[in-house]
């Protein structure tokens, strides 16, 4: 059961939500990106990009990455899919309601409003770390919004147990405010050293770290310390979905253990696999065309 402390720590990433909806419909996060659209559930304003004909795609922003860097995504999958990239409640510019609590059925059963309204029935899910447990669990519960699911840099709930101990190590994102007032605080100064672990391709560094800045210069979100206190609280192994599975892996990134590597394959039965060798934790951004061509071979087999 969630406690009282642990709640006031929530309201701290949510707290102003009509406001900084009606801020980001009006301001930069509206004008910044061509085709950027918000859809409204009652407990979030979804930022949201779409664009493309054909299957329906949904790609999960992992923050702090924004729409803004997703271009190289857009080009190479808009000539094969319709494009859903869409930015993850109190993150990035998808602000909430006061009452939003990050609870792990809550934020799922939200997103699965998004997904069934915007992206329709029968999407692939092409969601990544975290999000990927949301994929898992809509999969399963909701069977008819999703096809497939080409799952990055994902795992099941004790693979994120061990990613979790192992990004906060002190703690301190785990205490209830005192973990919401540190990521407040360290989150800009937190980046440069998050891409310097996390991406592979070292070249693309500077410019994710230039769209993050830009996008907390506009107040983009990063509620990293409510997601690890509530919604990575989740203890139980998720049921397998239906759907074929595709675990995507970049072995570049430092910022997961080696023993989470695919481990969807050792959950789950008929998970398929790729790993890219010098690609890190969004190898998606970092060579699109590599994933595009791995996401095509698994769908048309």
Not at 48 to 73: A, K, N, S
Not at 128 to 138: E, K, Q, R, T, V
Not at 249 to 265: E, F, I
Request: aromatic share 10%.
């Amino acid at each position: 059961m969630t406690s009282r402390l642990t709640r006031l720590g929530a309201r701290l990433d949510t707290w102003g939500g009509k406001a900084k909806m009606a801020r980001f419909r009006t301001g930069w996060p509206a004008t910044a990106t061509p085709q950027v659209k918000f859809y409204r559930t009652p407990k979030v304003q979804y930022r949201y990009l779409e664009i493309g004909y054909g299957p329906t795609i949904v790609f999960t922003c992992d923050p702090p990455m924004t729409i803004e860097v997703y271009g190289r995504v857009i080009d190479a999958f808009s000539a094969h899919f319709r494009v859903i990239i869409v930015e993850l409640p109190a993150m990035g510019f998808s602000a909430t309601t006061t009452n939003y609590a990050f609870g792990f059925r809550e934020t799922n059963d939200d997103f699965a409003s998004f997904l069934g309204n915007v992206a329709g029935k029968g999407s692939i899910f092409a969601f990544s770390c975290a999000a990927s447990l949301a994929g898992l669990d809509i999969a399963a519960r909701m069977p008819e919004l999703a096809s497939h699911l080409a799952l990055i840099q994902a795992g099941g709930t004790e693979a994120f147990t061990i990613w979790k101990a192992g990004r906060d190590p002190k703690g301190i994102l785990a205490k209830p405010i005192i973990g919401q007032l540190a990521m407040a605080r360290m989150a800009p100064k937190r980046m440069p050293q998050w891409y310097g672990l996390s991406v592979g391709r070292k070249e693309q560094i500077p410019h994710f770290c230039t769209c993050a800045e830009r996008s907390f210069t506009h107040g983009a979100m990063w509620s990293l310390a409510s997601a690890y206190q509530v919604y990575l609280d989740q203890r139980d192994e998720l049921p397998q979905p239906q759907q074929p599975i595709l675990s995507i892996w970049g072995a570049a990134d430092r910022s997961h253990p080696v023993c989470n590597k695919h481990s969807l394959a050792r959950l789950y039965d008929g998970v398929r696999t790729v790993t890219f060798e010098d690609l890190g934790h969004t190898p998606e951004l970092e060579d699109p065309e590599l994933v595009l061509a791995a996401i095509l071979d698994f769908v048309e087999t």
